[in-house]
């Protein structure tokens, strides 16, 4: 078993998250948390050291991920951390597709407001996490590493998520992805004993909660 390092993040999603996660209100719904899954991905696209998608690739399979020796866990609602429940909440299902704005004869294109151009007019019947809205992820590392300032995640990477290092409290604890430790990393984690599970969907099998110590524990014999 290695030493790592292992850093607190606190994320705050600045911009509308949206991912088609759930059938909602006649629309779609995002997920309650962000994956650690994304946050890799968008760690290493902002760091210009993988360039994807792959055009030749017809399903994602990660393996990739497994060549940047560093982890996160899934960035789950500060409620849900500290074993509070679940707090994340979500924009209002969007039925215009200009956020509510002005709709010249339902164009979008009355030519003083400009409404055409308005950011996340896509968002159209989504419910995106709504800005402001604070998760914590652990970032477990073999060395130190420069957190980024800020990430792009979401459909379309219009999701802006601002990281900021905390210190440690024994107050906030780590929700792991069973399917990225298992499929991706090749290792296994039990589920037994653990006070919550959740299998969301097929890329994200929710389990929790563990402490800063039981990471360091587990990632030290994953991580090479």
């Known amino acids: 078993m290695i030493d790592l390092e292992i850093t607190l993040l606190k994320i705050e999603n600045i911009s509308p998250v949206n991912y088609y996660y759930i059938a ?51 960035a789950v609602n500060e409620k849900t951390a500290m074993s509070e429940g679940n707090g994340t909440i979500f924009m209002k299902n969007l039925t215009r597709n200009t956020m509510h704005g002005i709709d010249y004869n339902g164009t979008n294109k009355y030519p003083n407001a400009r409404e055409g151009s308005t950011m996340y007019k896509n968002f159209y019947f989504q419910q995106p996490i709504l800005p402001g809205n604070i998760f914590y992820t652990y970032l477990i590392s073999k060395d130190k590493m420069e957190i980024p300032p800020a990430l792009r995640v979401g459909n379309g990477k219009t999701g802006l998520l601002k990281l900021v290092k905390i210190t440690h409290s024994d107050k906030v604890k780590a929700v792991l992805n069973r399917y990225s430790i298992e499929n991706i990393m090749g290792k296994k984690v039990s589920s037994e004993g653990l006070n919550y599970t959740e299998h969301m969907l097929l890329q994200y099998f929710l389990i929790g909660m563990f402490t800063k110590e039981q990471l360091g524990e587990l990632y030290g014999k994953w991580i090479n």
């Open 24 to 74: 909602s209100s006649g629309g779609m719904r995002s997920s309650s948390f962000i994956g650690d899954i994304a946050l890799k991905y968008a760690t290493l696209k902002q760091m210009g050291e993988l360039d994807y998608p792959s055009p030749t690739k017809f399903k994602p399979t990660y393996e990739e991920l497994n060549n940047f020796d560093f982890w996160y866990t899934v």
